[in-house]
């Protein structure tokens, strides 16, 4: 029903769109896209402009952060609001809102991340619009049609952070996670779900390497050092758009654990099943919303099959939320087996890396780059909190002089005061970690927030405790990294190491023509 005005008179969608670009004044009901330049965003602080598409005129705020003027206040939290457009799943026969309708369903907005609305062109907003649970069903309803042409093998991996999430939730083990969400979506259709703890092996070994050589290079290659960390889609959407030729020539080359996921399951898997890349369907979970937009970027396509890497992204919660609709519980699943991508007889063993809930990048670069480069063997790492604890650093002394420092960065404002240093000149760490999210990567909005849009604390403190629980796997005692080394990528230092695990940065113009966004 069209909202009415004081009169009386029936105020329609385009009314409301008139008197909003008039006047600047908010309705509850007009969509906004909101950019997430920062932490903090209410309607004083908005930039109001009108952006034309083909689809017709849309309404586009933006904090000031993102049109990189300065801000000249900061709101209190209890003044911060955030606009969510909630939208009943079409799966959904229930018209009671569960608890993850408002997370899995949501639009993009400020506090999420940093791959803003101006970030993200139409073309991209119409791919991501089919990065949901509708187009994974559909997937599945072709195979059980049994559609031979259109019929896919589908695909599932699932991020080591995803996993403590389902523990914390449902009060079971990391074992039981793995086998009971293998059973639910093998019970669906799915053919193959396998851990992602591979993929994150060959990501941290060659930023490991990047890291060495870059530090031998620095004398020469003003741009060798410092080094960023690769893996999170939001700082490198982020660093693309807005930062350009100041940091892109920093981050590590490294793609992230999701994409060498994607290059494993359409290049060396689909070879073993003797299947072209197209007729695999790739599903990724991740807690991460921005994961969906990191599987389009185009050095993740194939100009010969007309397909990227991983097809389609699911958060935590969303893949909860299926479970809701159907009215499951995890903990009634049957369980099955999670797969071995070498087709091995025996459990797969669940296992995480050093660090602090994100794979551990700094962690094992700085072991790794301390032994290498100055014969020192760090077997504890001692973190120093700076300014809070989402930025710490870690340094290596020797003979009275520090050799390495490094950083850990997390959440938006500790970002921009490290991209501050930099400009000045004044950057003293040889490698920072990146993460857009506060607290790192299980605290990813896809899973770690409750009903309100705040952090779930409570749920995130007991991911933390799931996840240190699991047992530790060191990438170079991997005997199957070492394998694929030589029999999928010919060897550590081939043409073909920098083609499938490595990529490139590019630094994106203004997009005019980018619309509206639902996850």
């Avoid at 006047?23 to 952006?51: D, F, K």
């Amino acid at each position: 029903m069209p909202l009415r005005r004081g009169g009386g008179t029936s105020l329609t969608a385009a009314d409301r769109q008139t008197d909003f670009l008039r006047t600047g004044a908010v309705p509850e009901t007009v969509t906004l896209r909101l950019g997430r330049g920062c932490n903090l965003w209410t309607r004083s602080t908005g930039i109001i402009r009108e952006t034309s598409t083909r689809e017709g005129p849309s309404v586009d705020m933006k904090c000031d952060k993102c049109t990189k003027n300065k801000c000249t206040k900061k709101q209190k939290n209890t003044e911060n609001e955030s606009l969510v457009n909630d939208w009943k799943s079409p799966i959904s026969d229930n018209d009671e809102e569960s608890e993850f309708h408002k997370l899995a369903n949501a639009k993009i907005f400020l506090s999420d991340c940093l791959a803003c609305d101006n970030c993200v062109t139409s073309a991209e907003s119409l791919q991501i619009a089919r990065q949901c649970q509708e187009e994974f069903l559909s997937v599945l309803s072709l195979n059980q049609r049994c559609d031979v042409f259109k019929h896919k093998v589908l695909v599932v991996s699932i991020s080591p952070q995803s996993v403590p999430y389902f523990a914390a939730k449902h009060c079971i083990n990391v074992t039981d996670v793995i086998q009971r969400l293998s059973g639910f979506l093998k019970g669906l259709g799915v053919h193959y779900v396998f851990n992602m703890t591979l993929a994150a092996d060959f990501s941290l070994l060659e930023s490991q390497r990047e890291f060495v050589q870059r530090f031998y290079q620095r004398s020469q290659d003003q741009h060798a050092l410092p080094m960023f960390a690769s893996a999170c889609p939001g700082w490198i959407r982020y660093a693309e758009k807005a930062l350009g030729s100041l940091v892109l020539p920093h981050i590590c080359t490294a793609k992230s654990p999701q994409q060498v996921m994607g290059s494993l399951i359409k290049d060396y898997f689909a070879k073993k099943q003797h299947l072209t890349p197209d007729k695999i369907f790739h599903l990724v979970i991740t807690p991460c919303y921005d994961k969906k937009l990191e599987a389009l970027g185009e050095d993740f396509y194939s100009n010969i099959y007309k397909i990227q890497g991983v097809d389609c992204v699911l958060t935590s919660g969303e893949i909860m939320q299926m479970m809701e609709q159907k009215g499951l519980l995890l903990t009634n699943v049957e369980p099955a087996p999670l797969d071995n991508i070498f087709e091995e007889i025996g459990d797969v063993c669940i296992a995480r890396h050093d660090g602090r809930g994100s794979d551990g990048f700094l962690e094992h670069i700085f072991k790794y780059a301390a032994k290498e480069i100055f014969g020192v063997e760090v077997k504890e790492i001692t973190y120093k909190t700076l300014r809070n604890k989402d930025f710490q650093e870690v340094a290596l002394e020797k003979d009275g002089e520090i050799v390495l420092r490094f950083a850990a960065t997390y959440g938006f404002r500790n970002i921009q005061n490290m991209v501050y240093k930099l400009k000045k000149g004044k950057f003293p760490y040889h490698f920072v970690e990146v993460l857009a999210c506060p607290g790192g990567c299980l605290n990813g909005k896809g899973q770690a927030m409750t009903e309100d849009r705040k952090m779930d604390k409570d749920l995130l403190h007991q991911m933390e405790a799931v996840y240190t629980s699991q047992p530790v796997q060191v990438p170079e005692t991997n005997m199957h990294v070492q394998m694929l080394y030589q029999e999928w990528l010919e060897g550590r230092n081939s043409t073909k190491v920098q083609e499938v695990l490595h990529r490139q940065y590019h630094a994106l113009s203004e997009m005019s023509n980018s619309i509206d966004i639902k996850w």
